[in-house]
């Protein structure tokens, strides 16, 4: 399928009322169409119809200041979500209303922010205060907690730093110390570099390797939780070319071939034949499959198109297929077959706004608001789950989500990463 796209801009004729002339009115691409149908004075589009290709149409409005700044948002399934801002233009309180509820629940209640522009205080709208101090010398992070009331703090970290600016040493000081297996696990993280500032080594904790049996979840075993150090060794081009996992009971090394042509590489186990990087990637550099069996489709623009999850001689194969506009990801359906059943869930991404529907009727909205989100379910919601209920995020000083609480800053899951991004440890309520 050809990968077309089509613009069509007011004239001199368009509504001037509505800012129209010499604006976007029509975008149309394999996603679907995207319908603008009034700006703001700064140029930002007021409302946006978005049909997808199934021909699902649905508009969603904003309101800006004469700054430019959003100060309502109503999304696609008319809720509507408010912004405050300071006298110096920074976001101070935001709140939402759920369609068809009187109520406005207040999602973050005060933010504070240094001279400068940094945020320093901030209470979410679960009561859960997060504060952010820095050192005045360079405005590096030097503390950063969370805590409700004089309950037990949530989150505190304290990031210790070498003189060029690497992080060397995260102290969690909320974390409470255990012993497992000859091994006390305090929670500390540390961090080493090479000249050239790459990361050397990394040490922390972590639960152990899940079970190798598939549609098996995390998380693993929570009491078997101990120490590791990873060491990582690069090429002359800076390609990772080793990671190596020291762990009691758990110990391995990953290692990565590298084109000799390009900085393509990928998995692979010394002594195995060198990879075919003509079979593996295509002429634009993109990978051909995750590995055999689960073939990647890509469009025209490089983008992900499908992936193959389990691929068949007689039958369908189990996919899942993505649509883009205007460069971001706005659709995805993940489809499974049996003999006999087709089962599939959906997803579009519309602006403040996730709509995610099942084949067993479930449709859900996820109403984005930075971090926070809130599940408001149309049908099919699943029983012991309260109804549209806010999750409040603590992130690190990377962003990473590594907390999630409800609306009274009780736990929901809580997950820590390992330096390149794949996740060490996981807790969930139960």
């Given at each position: 399928?050809?990968?077309?796209e089509?613009?069509?801009?007011?004239d001199?004729l368009a509504?001037?009322?509505?800012?129209?002339?010499g604006?976007l009115?029509?975008q149309?691409?394999?996603?679907g169409?995207?319908?603008?149908?009034?700006?703001?004075?700064?140029?930002?589009?007021?409302?946006?119809t978005r049909?997808?290709h199934?021909?699902?149409a649905f508009?969603?409005r904003?309101?800006?200041?004469?700054?430019?700044t959003v100060?309502?948002?109503i999304?696609?399934g008319?809720?509507?979500?408010?912004?405050?801002?300071?006298?110096?233009g920074?976001?101070?309180?935001?709140?939402?209303?759920?369609?068809?509820?009187?109520?406005?629940q207040p999602?973050?209640?005060?933010m504070?922010?240094?001279?400068?522009g940094?945020?320093?205080?901030?209470?979410?709208?679960?009561?859960?205060i997060?504060?952010?101090?820095?050192?005045?010398?360079?405005?590096r992070?030097l503390?950063?907690?969370g805590q409700?009331?004089q309950?037990p703090?949530?989150?505190d970290f304290?990031?210790?730093?070498?003189?060029?600016g690497?992080i060397t040493?995260i102290?969690d000081?909320?974390?409470t110390?255990?012993?497992f297996a000859?091994q006390?696990?305090?929670?500390?993280?540390?961090?080493s570099y090479d000249?050239?500032?790459?990361l050397?080594?990394?040490s922390?904790?972590?639960d152990?390797?899940?079970?190798?049996?598939?549609?098996l979840?995390?998380p693993?075993d929570p009491?078997d939780?101990?120490?590791?150090?990873?060491?990582y060794?690069?090429?002359?081009?800076?390609?990772l070319?080793?990671?190596?996992?020291?762990?009691?009971?758990?110990?391995?090394t990953?290692?990565?071939?590298?084109?000799p042509?390009?900085n393509?590489?990928v998995?692979w186990?010394?002594?195995d034949?060198?990879?075919?990087f003509?079979t593996?990637?295509?002429?634009?550099?993109?990978?051909?499959?995750l590995q055999?069996?689960?073939?990647?489709?890509?469009?025209?623009?490089?983008?992900?198109?499908?992936?193959t999850?389990?691929?068949r001689?007689?039958g369908?194969?189990?996919?899942?297929?993505?649509?883009?506009?205007?460069g971001?990801?706005?659709?995805?359906r993940?489809e499974?077959?049996t003999?006999?059943?087709r089962?599939?869930?959906e997803v579009?991404?519309?602006?403040?706004?996730?709509?995610r529907?099942?084949?067993?009727?479930?449709?859900l909205?996820?109403i984005?608001?930075?971090?926070?989100?809130?599940l408001h379910w149309?049908?099919?919601?699943?029983?012991?789950i309260?109804?549209d209920q806010?999750?409040?995020?603590?992130d690190?000083?990377l962003?990473?989500?590594?907390m999630e609480l409800?609306q009274?800053?009780?736990?929901?899951?809580?997950?820590?990463?390992?330096?390149?991004?794949a996740?060490a440890?996981?807790?969930?309520?139960?």
């Open positions: 399928q050809p990968d077309v089509t613009f069509t801009y007011a001199a509504d001037a009322g509505h800012n129209l002339r604006q009115l029509e149309v691409d394999p996603s169409t995207l319908r603008l149908d009034s700006y703001g004075l700064l140029g930002q589009p007021l409302c946006e049909t997808f199934d021909a699902q508009v969603s904003r309101t800006y200041s004469p700054l430019g100060l309502e948002q999304d696609a008319d809720h509507r979500q408010q912004s405050r801002y300071d006298l110096a920074q976001l101070k309180q935001v709140q939402l209303q759920i369609n068809g509820q009187p109520d406005w999602v973050l209640q005060e504070q922010y240094n001279a400068a940094k945020i320093i205080e901030q209470r979410a709208g679960n009561g859960v997060s504060r952010w101090s820095y050192d005045p010398a360079d405005v992070l503390r950063q907690r409700k009331d309950q703090a949530l989150q304290e990031y210790v730093y070498d003189p060029v690497n040493r102290l000081h909320a974390f110390p255990s012993h000859n006390r696990v305090d929670g500390h993280r540390e961090f000249s050239l500032y790459r050397h080594s990394a922390g904790y972590d152990g390797p899940p079970l190798d049996i598939p549609g979840p995390q693993t009491q939780r101990r120490n590791y150090t990873q060491t060794e690069y090429d002359h081009s800076d390609n070319i080793k990671l190596s996992h020291v762990r009691e009971g758990a110990t391995h990953r290692r990565m071939f590298i084109d042509a390009s393509r590489g998995r186990i010394e002594g034949p060198d990879p075919q003509d593996l990637f295509d002429r634009h550099g993109n990978l051909q499959a055999p069996g689960q073939g990647l489709r890509w469009n025209a623009r490089d983008q992900l198109a499908s992936v999850l389990v691929q001689d007689n369908p194969n189990d996919e899942e297929q993505y649509r883009y506009s205007q971001a990801r706005i659709y995805k993940h499974t077959h003999a006999a059943t089962h599939f869930h579009r991404y519309l602006p403040g706004l996730e709509i529907t099942r084949d067993n009727g479930e449709v909205h996820v984005i608001l930075g971090g926070i989100r809130c149309l049908a099919g919601k699943p029983p012991g309260d109804a806010l999750r409040f995020s603590l690190d000083h962003g990473s989500s590594l409800d009274q800053a009780r736990l929901i899951s809580h997950e820590g990463y390992y330096p390149f991004g996740t440890w996981m807790a969930a309520h139960s």
